[in-house]
């Protein structure tokens, strides 16, 4: 199986990461839907799509989940599993909350996380679960690269050991 390409944008909080995704998504080869980590959407029953819909009833949206669903992975956004903090073991949770340090604190995170009662089969399915999305993402779209603007580099750690995926890192630096 060919990786998914995906670019991913990392950096701070008000960068202008929105606005670059919004820019590569004009590009005809490029599929950019914000955010893959689907964290902040809020009650996703009063979420509405860019499109004014609300996100549950959205026929793109609609479609991306029968997509993922297809794949094999149970994807509904009240609990997408695709954030690898989002629905693990309160210590794992806990493990993930510090921001990446370098390597020699991510070899102790990666030890610590290894402890972790069920990190193993979490992330594998977080894992599934960002692949089955992104592919499903192309298939809707009939777009080849797929962004992620998430920023969190501790979500790209994991994202960069996903061999489901082709990454190439964007790092956006917001010199105020």
Known sequence: ?????????????????????????????????????????GD???YRCSCGAPLLECGFWTDVTRRTRAQGVQFDFSRSFTDYAAGAHPVARRLLGPLHRGPALERVRDAALA?????????????????ALAAALQAATGRRIVVDSSKIGIRLKYLLRNPSFDVKVVRLIRDG
Do not use: F
């Open 115 to 131: 402890l972790a009662p069920g990190w193993r089969g979490h992330l594998a399915r977080v894992q599934r679960t960002n692949a």
């Open 44 to 46: 996703v029953r009063r």
């Open 1 to 41: 199986m060919t990786p998914t390409p995906l670019v991913y944008l990392l950096a701070a909080s008000h960068s202008g990461s929105t606005l670059l995704a919004m820019l590569l998504g004009t590009h005809p080869d490029i599929c950019a839907i914000g955010e893959l980590k689907l964290t902040s959407l």
